[in-house]
């Protein structure tokens, strides 16, 4: 079983322990921006297209953020939640480190000592959307749902408001 099947065997596991209820989509694979616009549109999604960002935190180590897509990484109040400058994983050194393709990481299934920084925000979404490892799906939660999922995984997960800082 290659990578991304396992996470994406781990978030339908987690979210049926948890009894989340969860809508799922199966299509072409979505790896850019262009693609997700399309078949949001062709699918009539309405939840909030979730993003996350795997980064590489200066003097070693990894974290995740994960935020709106249309939100923009404020490196000066990642800083402040993690203590530390971030920078972008390559590629490739993400592939390596958590098996995700590009476009298609999520926040479940990671190596527990990565911390994942969580848009605040995404807890009062109606229903947010994410990819669960493989690109060809898509998965929608209740933002409180998302609450609920972080809170059950070993990973540090620390709680921001954009805008804050």
């Not at 070693?60 to 249309?70: E, M, P, Y």
């Not at 994942?116 to 898509?138: H, M, N």
Request: charged share 25%; glycine share 8%; proline share 4%.
């Amino acid at each position: 079983m290659d990578r991304t099947e396992a996470i994406y065997l781990a978030n339908v596991a987690l979210l049926e322990q948890l009894s989340v209820s969860f809508s799922k989509w199966q299509h072409e694979p979505i790896l850019d921006f262009e693609t997700d616009v399309r078949i949001a549109k062709e699918l009539g999604w309405t939840g909030l297209h979730s993003k996350s960002l795997f980064l590489k935190k200066k003097g070693g180590g990894f974290a995740l953020f994960l935020t709106d897509k249309d939100s923009r990484l404020d490196k000066a109040q990642l800083k402040q939640a993690l203590g530390k400058r971030t920078s972008i994983c390559s590629n490739e050194e993400m592939i390596e480190q958590i098996g995700c393709v590009p476009g298609a990481v999520c926040p479940i299934g990671l190596p527990d000592d990565i911390a994942i920084v969580v848009d605040s925000r995404l807890f009062d979404a109606e229903e947010i959307l994410y990819t669960p490892g493989k690109p060809e799906w898509t998965f929608g939660i209740d933002g409180n749902a998302l609450k609920q999922v972080l809170d059950s995984i070993p990973n540090q997960i620390i709680e921001i408001e954009k805008g804050e800082a």
